[in-house]
């Protein structure tokens, strides 16, 4: 009985292609040919993945769904989702492959990255117009300068770019929506699912207190940690957790509060019990962070 392999970025590494490589955290390589047995076995990659297809053909499944991959297909992967690609006949790709770890250090906006990801669990395949392949493009050989590059500001502009495809990633999404008629009906998990991101990322709203988010829903703590676990694997504590301190950490490294300020901004009691919550979660203290 096959296992499912989980795949880091940084594995990628060593499989023999021809890539530009930003340490452990971007991938992109115009010249990945998928072999039999390259995803051949169901997997999770720790990483969000972005790829269109230039030349041939696959299936590819996606969470026991089956879907089909040729040229002028754009394919959304999230770090969640179970992936097997099988049938390849002549297959050519371009994926810009992006660490957990480093969207996570990144100063993107998370209700940016919530909408991309909440539309990559339910619809990962996407048909695209010409003029967005070139635009994709455009964006897939910038960051491939970048990353080569010498540049004593890359790793800014590197996250400057990410966020501005992130932000085309969304327009290409909305365009998919607005067109596609026979969009599936959400299922119960999702829309709660949605909500409950809907909540998290208003930044009035910011607390780790699940009752009210319950409460705003309208169902009780259990029943919505239920349907999201159900939906994305994850708890809702869990989806809590990662978006204070996701929250935390664009705001030390990225504006000039204090970090008592943050403590309170993020609703916490003290910044001693912030501290403590950030330290928990992260291996270090918002201070070691800051100077990290």
Known sequence: MNTIEKISVSQLKNIGL???????????????????????????????????????????????????????????NIPENVIRISNVNNLKIYPIIISSDFLKKMNIKMKDLMKLYVFAKK????????????????????????????????????????????SKLNSIIHRFQNNKQDFPAKKRNEEIFESFIELLTQSEAIGRNLAYYAEKIGITPNYLSKLVKEYTGRTAVEWIDEFVIFEAKTMIK?????????????????????GKYFKR????SPKQYKLS
Not at 39 to 58: I, K, Y
Not at 127 to 133: A, D, N, Q, R
Not at 262 to 269: D, N, S
């Open 123 to 166: 619809e990962p395949i996407i048909s695209l117009e010409y003029s967005e392949i070139a635009t994709l493009e455009k964006y897939y050989f910038l960051l491939e300068d970048i990353i080569q590059s010498n540049e004593e500001r890359k790793q800014s502009i590197l996250e400057g770019l990410i966020q501005s495809l992130v």
């Open 18 to 76: 021809e890539m530009s490589v930003l340490d452990d955290d971007i991938i992109l390589s115009d010249n990945i040919e998928i072999k039999g047995n390259l995803f051949d076995n169901p997997c999770r990659l720790d990483g969000f993945v972005l790829l269109f297809c230039a030349h041939g053909e696959a299936e590819l499944q996606i969470n026991l769904h089956e879907y089909k991959i040729y040229p002028g297909i754009l394919v959304l």
């Open 281 to 284: 979660l992260t291996g270090m």
């Open 254 to 274: 990225h504006t000039k509060y204090t970090i008592q300020e943050i403590a309170y901004k993020l609703k916490f009691p003290s910044p001693s019990f912030f």
